[in-house]
């Protein structure tokens, strides 16, 4: 199992520029997640899909949008970059309720700076 | 207020020190309870899950106190592999599987 990839490892946007974060998981969990991590703020999260087809907004969701085609992939789209948007943004994975076990698998990261 | 709150440190023990961490969490409905590792420039991995009797897990053990909603973290016999950032996280199911961090504690075991 590769667990959760993450695509790409670092990305310069310019302000105004669109992106899409890429997020692939093998573990067949109906859970994913995206989060970002900013220096005294720990993670927080973005949005969220409880499986295919499914999303809803986190904590932090404007400037962002989400979708959830099939099991495997949840991109994250950044629609007009701004530089409050410089992070770290980690995708992450977990099992419905009747099949979880507590954790929560993270991906690599993406190490986003928006100039 | 922040759902979870930590001590951000930095802690800064010798090698084979005790050290203790603690968290705080807002939400009486929160359900799970975990401590997570980061190290620097990676992944959050999880540590090991926290139950309302404590439990082990080797050099480490987890508290929990559901009445003064407080989570703890000890580290016995700290090792220079235990250098890393510590978050607190809690979670509870709403729509979805929700997890809520703390900003995190930075333990460096020196020498």
């Known amino acids: 199992n590769a667990g959760v990839t993450q695509t790409p490892k670092f990305q310069v946007l310019k302000t105004g520029q669109s992106m899409t974060l890429q997020c692939a998981q093998d573990m067949n969990h109906e859970y994913m997640s995206w989060y970002r991590q900013d220096p005294g703020m720990g993670l927080r999260l973005i949005h969220y899909?409880?499986?295919?087809?499914?999303?809803d907004q986190g904590e932090v969701p404007n400037g962002y949008n989400v979708s959830r085609s099939t099991t495997e992939d949840f991109p994250l789209r950044l629609l007009s970059a701004a530089p409050s948007q410089t992070s770290v943004y980690f995708c992450?994975?977990?099992?419905?309720?009747?099949?979880?076990?507590?954790?929560?698998?993270f991906g690599p990261g993406t190490r986003l700076t928006v100039t | 207020r922040k759902e979870v709150e930590q001590d951000p440190g930095p802690f800064n023990v010798p090698e084979g020190a005790t050290v203790a961490f603690n968290c705080t969490y807002s939400n009486s409905a929160s359900q799970s309870f975990f401590w997570y590792r980061q190290d620097c420039r990676k992944e959050p991995k999880l540590l090991m899950s926290v139950y309302s009797s404590g439990n082990e897990d080797g050099r480490f053990t987890a508290q929990l106190n559901r009445a003064s909603q407080y989570i703890s973290l000890l580290i016995r016999d700290s090792k220079l592999s235990d250098s890393a950032t510590y978050l607190c996280?809690?979670?509870?199911?709403?729509?979805?599987?929700?997890?809520?961090f703390g900003t995190g504690t930075s333990l460096t075991v020196i020498p």
């Open positions: 899909s409880v499986g295919a087809g499914i999303t």
């Open positions: 996280v809690v979670n509870r199911f709403n729509t979805g599987n929700q997890f809520y």
């Open positions: 992450a994975s977990s099992y419905s309720r009747d099949r979880w076990r507590g954790e929560q698998y």
